[in-house]
C-alpha cells in the first residue's frame, strides 16, 4: 500500500504562484510514475502533469504548459507541481496520483491517490 499526502494549495490571485507538494509513505517510491489530476465540483477528474519513475518524462495537459512544472525527489519520495501565472480557470482540488505502469494521462492508470489539496485563484 502506498499513502500519498499533498500540501501547499491556497487561496491566491491570478498571476501569483503556488508549489504543490506530494509526500509518499509505505513502499518505495521510486519505482511509480506519478501524476496531478485536478477536480471541480461536478466535473470529470481532469488531468495536469505527470512523471516518469525516473523522472526522466514528463507530460502536461494542453492547459497548463509553459505554466507548472512537475519534479520528483526520489530520495525525499515526495513529487511537486510548481505552479506559476494561475489563472481563475485553475481553480480546483488537485490531487496526487501513482501508478505502476509508465506515465499515463487517464485516471484509471493510477492505484493510489492522495486526499487533494484546494487551490482557489482570484480575479
Known amino acids: 500500500q502506498v499513502q500519498l499526502v499533498e500540501s501547499g494549495g491556497g487561496l491566491v490571485q491570478a498571476g501569483a504562484s503556488l508549489r504543490l507538494s506530494c509526500a509518499a509513505s509505505?513502499?518505495?517510491?521510486?519505482?511509480?510514475?506519478m501524476a496531478w489530476f485536478r477536480q471541480v465540483s461536478g466535473k470529470e477528474r481532469e488531468f495536469v502533469a505527470t512523471i516518469s519513475w525516473s523522472g526522466g518524462s514528463t507530460y502536461y495537459a494542453e492547459s497548463v504548459k509553459g505554466r507548472f512544472t512537475i519534479s520528483r525527489d526520489n530520495a525525499k519520495n515526495t513529487v511537486y507541481l510548481q505552479m506559476n501565472s494561475l489563472k481563475p480557470e485553475d481553480t480546483a482540488v488537485y490531487y496526487c496520483?501513482?501508478?505502476?505502469?509508465?506515465?499515463?494521462?487517464?485516471?484509471?492508470?493510477?492505484?493510489?491517490w492522495g486526499q487533494g489539496t484546494q487551490v482557489t485563484v482570484s480575479s
Open positions: 509505505g513502499r518505495a517510491f521510486s519505482g511509480y510514475a
Open positions: 496520483a501513482a501508478a505502476r505502469a509508465g506515465p499515463a494521462s487517464v485516471s484509471r492508470a493510477y492505484a493510489f
